[in-house]
């Protein structure tokens, strides 16, 4: 629009002490702005928490905790820094407010100035040629592009936007190769009740939870008896488990299972055999009832320390948390559930075992009185984690796993507390019961060989039970594992001791060459025992707390075969099979192999 | 002594005006919460007030303890809510009086000052009635929520006024549109060409609007309230400089955001074309003397276009033919688009986006563990339940983005064919659906006998600008000897 202007009244006072006002509203805003960026940008620099002084004196505090005058000096240093600061940040506060007003003078300075700027509107010089035909010629194709600009825009955005909740199986995908090669991924995938449970064979084979499928013996007769963790010598593989645990690894065909856990989060992991590749990891959580807060557990014990379990088609894994969950090879969740935050001084670390179907689970409690805690022993259906029964126990905590023994007649679910008692694993009718122990801590799983039962409690003593008659037949008050489950194998019952010692009784006697009820050796050791010793062929390997592997014969006179060290200590049972052992450390799960 | 401020003229200040702004963004950002911890001893240090939002029963609903400034602003309580609209009803019923019968651009200005202050730093800008399209979208498509009556009132009541009087709310109620109004200094006439092909973006923006708001996964016509940080006088940076940019952009294309943006425009916009008493550049009959044809800084002066060159009738019929055959089609492509930006637009939602992430985390073992997951899993929720909500919600998104698309694509269908329909435009008239009714182009009529500021009853500048407004064709030197300030 061309204007003329009106009669200015541009010369008068009130035009010129507007514009004035007008320019010192803005000076008086960009100064004012100027100083507000300064201090911000000195705010943005000043940190009244870490001051150098400060801590600096906090340091000497360290030194001498008890000296007054520092700590007089770091009250008022703290308190001047902080009030340095927040009077900066009202500086702010307040400069703000003058910008503002600032700007609302200049502003209105000039909107009011334009009321002296007047001018009379004139028309364009030339008619208004608008061609109607090209205009909306225009308007059309213009339209179309802008519609085009924001649907290709919308196309670049959404095509090549791949959700990871269109893709549930993505895991599955990671672990293909090695499915195909098994060429049985599809049952596993689908876990269902039609799926066909693992034979005896197939279990013989593998070695699906703790201490295996035979009570500590290995099917392999030919496994490394050197290496060295910090040269690397023999490992094949060294791989870190993200969060730390003290279950045992257990392994199914070309698969090593994990748990992990800390107060933040519970994990299961998946690595391949081959490699030591994570295949998947599971994170335990969202599952109804799971406590918001980790219940404090001893670090001793922490938030994984019970082996999980594998029917073949499902992992199980259970946390300090209560937390048990169920998935199928590829890690997807097929059931969860939480059983109730244990009450347990030291953290739940029973391990998990299966029968047929049935998941069994000793969840065993401290009762106090009025407590609504309670221990019970628990069968639960692989498929659902539907409760097939649930036998309540009248007894405080114990550590130990539950251990499954076939005599011969039958099939008993062993359990070792207070009371040991035995359950049929698909009823959870209780068969025996032997008043064995008053208060102890038990943790060794007990051990079944040849008609007798072995049961340890540390600090108490090594009992052994006829299973049938639940007599005992000897016993024995020194040299106890306190956490180490025994191997029997031979007539023999070796153990490593928690205060360092591996230790061999006569396991149908408990006596010595002369009759006397003492162990028939004793081997010093530096270190104590956790991990429980595994026999291969002819020889035993136990693992002490420092990573040292002890070999020796199985044998009435120790004979030491060797004694080959991991770069890092450990508490954990390996898993020995083919011609490999699989350790997990403290932070690294390893593969030692031929 | 006379004090020569040629120096310090308009432009000069103006441009320190624009800087000024800019150097806003820095400052107003130091105001962000600032996450401070305890004293590790005794002081004067006092912590700052803690404030909770509660539920109607009085329930907790967030308990936050960081300070107050820069969060949302307290729930009002039921009184104020209805003085707010009490404020509203009485704006809107002055604006309209000023601009239909009082044609009074200096009223309205004023008027706009006032709502400035009131709806947009008094009240931080919250309620308002464009946001207030969500709360009602929100109330309609989901059971568990009831907007506040208050709330549905401040969303009706401009559109009601607009369906009479046009959009009055624009003129002088709507705080965002005040702030832009102020900062106009030399708009200038976009190409037609430009603004046809930006006209989609506001029915993208409320169609998204709605949708989002509906599944219950954001309101994000305020959350990307660019003006939102000056009424609070505090905010994240990049909406600070993005209410500076298009205050900067204002300067020079006038209420960018209101032309361009706003959602609820395209309401407004729809009320306002059959409103009966909508502002009119005239107050008698138009004279056809050009004098406001370039007064409209938003360039909604409909021009007359009797006389010129028409299309064949047949091309025409035609035309319109083949774009009533094509709007079914382009519903269904719109509806296409839309379904495949649904994923997209659901990940805006914090359960898809969560159960997203915990998938990826489960398909990568290698993945960190996000804050999100990792607090989400310290709840005790059980996954499965998120993924279900997850997929429900990516469901309604899936069915919402076929409707947003095929809605964009009648708009896009109907806008083509009102483009290829040509009426006939005898005067001078107002754009009734897209007119603010500012009142700015009343001063330019000199048949306004109530208001002529620019014409004084006889005088030269009158008769020269009615004798140059006739539809012949100036002199040359008429228009030279203008130009150079000697008429």
């Known amino acids: 629009m061309r204007v003329v202007e009106q009669e200015k009244n541009t010369t008068s006072l009130a035009y010129r002490g507007l514009q004035a006002l007008a320019v010192i509203g803005g000076v008086f805003s960009f100064v004012i702005c100027i100083l507000l960026i300064a201090n911000n940008l000195s705010l943005k620099s000043s940190d009244p928490i870490h001051l150098k002084s400060l801590e600096g004196r906090l340091e000497e505090m360290k030194g001498d905790p008890q000296n007054e005058a520092i700590k007089l000096q770091i009250r008022e240093l703290d308190y001047i820094s902080r009030r340095a600061f927040f009077t900066s940040q009202h500086f702010n506060q307040m400069g703000i407010y003058f910008l503002v007003g600032g700007l609302v003078i200049t502003i209105a300075s000039y909107k009011t100035l334009d009321a002296y700027r007047q001018a009379v509107p004139y028309p364009d010089s030339s008619d208004p040629k608008d061609d109607l035909i090209d205009d909306a010629h225009w308007a059309r194709k213009s339209l179309t592009g802008g519609a085009l600009v924001l649907a290709g825009f919308a196309l670049i955005l959404a095509l090549p936007d791949n959700s990871?909740?269109?893709?549930?199986?993505?895991?599955?995908?990671?672990?293909?190769?090695q499915q195909t090669a098994q060429g049985s991924s599809e049952n596993?995938?689908?876990p269902s009740k039609a799926t066909p449970l693992a034979t005896p064979e197939e279990l013989a084979k593998n070695w699906p939870s703790f201490r295996g499928p035979a009570s500590g013996v290995s099917s392999s007769s030919e496994v490394p008896i050197t290496w060295d963790g910090e040269s690397g010598e023999g490992i094949a593989w060294k791989i870190p488990v993200p969060l730390p645990g003290f279950s045992s690894p257990i392994l199914w065909e070309d698969r090593v299972f994990l748990t992990g856990g800390d107060t933040q989060s519970r994990e299961v992991y998946c690595f391949s055999t081959q490699d030591g590749k994570m295949l998947w990891r599971h994170k335990v959580a969202g599952i109804p009832g799971s406590p918001a807060v980790a219940p404090k557990v001893s670090?001793?014990?922490g938030y994984a320390a019970s082996t999980m379990t594998t029917d073949g088609v499902r992992v199980f894994a259970i946390f300090s948390t209560g937390d048990l969950v169920a998935l199928d090879m590829e890690g997807n969740r097929i059931w969860g559930k939480n059983l109730g935050v244990p009450e347990n001084p030291y953290g739940h670390s029973s391990s998990l075992i299966c029968h047929?179907?049935?998941?069994?689970?000793?969840?065993d409690q401290d009762l106090e009185e009025e407590s609504p805690k309670e221990s019970f022993v628990a069968g639960i259906d692989v498929t659902t984690g539907d409760e097939k029964w649930k036998v309540k126990r009248d007894f405080g905590p114990s550590w130990a796993s539950p251990l499954l023994v076939n005599t011969g007649e039958r099939d008993e679910v062993i359990l070792a507390a207070e009371k040991v008692v035995s359950y049929d694993p698909k009823t959870g009718k209780v068969l025996w019961e032997f008043e064995w122990i008053e208060g102890g801590e038990i943790a060794p799983t007990p051990v079944y060989s040849d008609g007798l039962l072995y049961l340890c409690c540390g600090f108490a003593r090594i009992t052994a039970l006829d299973i049938k008659t639940q007599e005992i037949v000897w016993e024995n008050e020194e040299q106890v594992p306190g956490v180490c489950t025994p191997l029997v194998t031979g007539g023999l019952f070796f153990a490593g001791l928690d205060e360092g010692g591996i230790v061999c009784f006569d396991a149908k006697t408990g006596k010595d060459a002369d009759g006397e009820l003492i162990e028939l050796w004793f081997e010093e050791t530096d270190d104590g025992f956790y991990a429980s010793p595994i026999l291969v062929g002819d020889k035993v390997y136990l693992m002490d707390r420092a990573g040292k592997m002890h070999i020796f014969t199985p044998e009435k006179k120790f004979k030491s075969l060797g004694q080959p060290i991991l770069s890092e200590s450990t508490v954990c049972t390996p898993v020995i099979i083919g011609k490999t052992i699989y350790y997990r450390g403290t932070e690294n799960l390893y593969k030692i192999s031929l | 002594m006379v004090i020569s401020y040629k120096f310090l003229d308009q432009r000069f200040i103006k441009l320190l005006f624009g800087l000024l702004i800019l150097g806003l963004m820095p400052v107003v950002q130091a105001e962000d919460v600032m996450r401070f911890p305890a004293p590790e001893f005794d002081s004067n240090y006092t912590f700052p007030e803690t404030w909770d939002l509660m539920d109607g029963r009085g329930n907790t609903i967030i308990q936050d303890t960081t300070p107050r400034d820069g969060q949302a602003p307290l729930p009002t309580s039921q009184t104020q809510q209805w003085i707010d609209v009490g404020v509203l009803t009485l704006a809107l019923s002055l604006g309209a009086w000023l601009a239909v019968k009082r044609r009074s651009r200096r009223g309205l200005f004023w008027l706009m000052i006032f709502s400035l202050g009131y709806f947009g730093f008094y009240k931080e800008g919250c309620v308002c009635p464009i946001g207030s399209i969500q709360n009602v979208a929100l109330s309609i498509f989901n059971s568990s929520y009831a907007a506040p009556i208050t709330v549905v009132i401040f969303f009706v009541l401009p559109l009601a006024f607009a369906l009479f009087f046009g959009r009055v709310f624009c003129a002088s109620v709507c705080a965002l549109g005040a702030i832009q109004d102020l900062?106009?200094?030399?708009?200038?006439?976009?190409?037609?060409?430009?603004?046809?092909?930006?006209?989609m973006i506001p029915y993208v923006y409320i169609g998204?609007?709605?949708?989002?708001?509906?599944?219950?996964?954001?309101?994000?016509?305020?959350?990307y309230d660019p003006f939102i940080g000056f009424f609070r006088l505090n905010g994240n940076a990049p909406y600070l400089y993005l209410g500076a940019g298009f205050l900067l952009a204002g300067m020079f294309i006038a209420r960018p955001y209101c032309r361009f943006f706003c959602p609820y425009g395209v309401l407004l916009g729809l009320m306002s074309r059959f409103a009966r008493w909508h502002l009119a550049i005239t107050p008698t009959e138009c004279v056809d003397c050009r004098l406001c044809e370039a007064s409209c800084p938003f360039d909604y002066i409909n021009k007359p276009n009797t006389g010129l060159e028409r299309e064949e009738r047949a091309t025409g019929v035609r035309r319109l033919a083949s774009l009533f055959l094509l709007l079914p089609l382009l519903v269904v492509l719109g509806g296409w688009v839309g379904h495949e930006m649904a994923p997209v637009m659901a990940r805006y939602n914090n359960t898809v986006f969560l159960a997203e992430q915990i998938t990826a985390e489960k398909a990568d073992p290698t993945m960190k563990a996000s804050l999100e997951t990792t607090t989400f899993r310290s709840m005790g929720i059980a996954e499965e339940q998120l993924m279900a909500e997850a997929t429900k919600i990516r469901s309604q998104m899936n069915m919402g983005g076929w409707l947003l698309g095929g809605f964009l694509g009648l708009v896009f269908s109907l806008k083509l064919i009102n483009t290829s329909l040509i009426r006939d435009q005898k005067d001078y008239e107002v754009d009734k659906p897209h007119c603010f009714s500012c009142g700015r182009c009343c001063s330019y009529c000199p048949s306004d006998e109530m208001h002529m500021p620019n014409f004084k009853p006889g005088s030269k500048a009158l008769e020269e600008a009615l004798a140059l407004g006739k539809p012949s064709e100036p002199e040359p030197e008429t228009v030279s000897a203008m130009q150079k300030g000697k008429a």
């Open chain 1, 356 to 363: 047929e179907d049935v998941l069994l689970i000793q969840y």
């Open chain 1, 299 to 301: 670090s001793d014990t």
């Open chain 2, 208 to 223: 998204g609007a709605i949708l989002l708001a509906a599944t219950n996964t954001g309101f994000i016509i305020c959350r």
């Open chain 1, 164 to 177: 990871p909740l269109d893709e549930p199986h993505e895991p599955a995908k990671k672990g293909s190769a």
């Open chain 1, 188 to 190: 596993k995938s689908n």
């Open chain 2, 183 to 199: 900062v106009i200094w030399k708009p200038i006439q976009l190409p037609r060409k430009l603004t046809i092909a930006l006209s």
